[in-house]
C-alpha cells in the first residue's frame, strides 16, 4: 500500500510541475522556437540534430582588356566583381545572412617617351559593401 501511494505522490509533483499556467505567458511563445528532439537517443542530452544547410553563394569574375595604340603606348584596364551571400541558419525562423559585393576597376598606360625614358602610370577604385542580419523574420508578437 505503501508503494502505490508514493507512486500517486510522484504522479501528482509531475503533473503539478509541467502545468502549462505555471509558465509565463512569454516563456510559451519561446519555447516554439525550440526544437523538437529527433535523434532518438531518448536522452535529454544529445538528442537534437540540426537538419539545415549553412549556404556560402560565392560569385566572382575579372576581365582585362589591353589595347596598343602604338609602338610607344599601351593600354590596360581591367574590372572585378565579387559576390558572397551566406546564411547560417539556427534555431526557428531565426539566423543570420551576410551580403557582400565587391566592383573594382582599374587603368594603366606605359608610354615609351625615349629609348631611356619610360612612363608607367595606372589608376584603380574599390567599392564594396557588406550587409548582415537575421536571415527570417519571427512570427511571434509579445
Known amino acids: ?6 507512486r500517486a505522490d510522484l504522479r501528482a509533483i509531475s503533473r503539478q510541475h509541467h502545468s502549462s499556467n505555471r509558465l509565463n505567458a512569454i516563456a510559451k511563445k519561446l519555447l516554439e522556437f525550440y ?3 529527433n535523434n532518438g537517443t531518448g536522452g535529454l ?12 553563394d560565392k560569385n566572382q569574375y575579372t576581365q582585362r582588356m589591353d589595347l596598343v595604340q602604338s609602338n610607344a603606348s599601351t593600354w590596360m584596364g581591367r574590372y572585378s566583381y565579387a559576390n558572397e551571400n551566406e546564411i547560417a541558419p539556427a ?3 531565426n539566423g543570420t545572412k551576410l551580403e557582400t559585393r565587391i566592383h573594382q576597376v582599374a587603368v594603366g598606360n606605359a608610354w615609351t617617351v625615349s629609348p631611356t625614358l619610360v612612363t608607367n ?3 584603380a577604385t ?9 536571415s527570417w ?3 511571434v508578437t509579445w
Not at 574599390?126 to 537575421?134: I, L, M, P, V
Request: proline share 5%; hydrophobic share 20%; aromatic share 2%.
Open 1 to 6: 500500500m505503501h508503494g502505490r501511494r508514493h
Open 35 to 37: 526544437p523538437e528532439p
Open 45 to 56: 542530452t544529445s538528442n537534437y540534430l540540426s537538419l539545415q544547410d549553412r549556404v556560402i
Open 91 to 93: 534555431l526557428k525562423l
Open 121 to 123: 602610370s595606372g589608376s
Open 126 to 134: 574599390t567599392t564594396s559593401s557588406t550587409r548582415s542580419g537575421a
Open 137 to 139: 523574420r519571427s512570427s
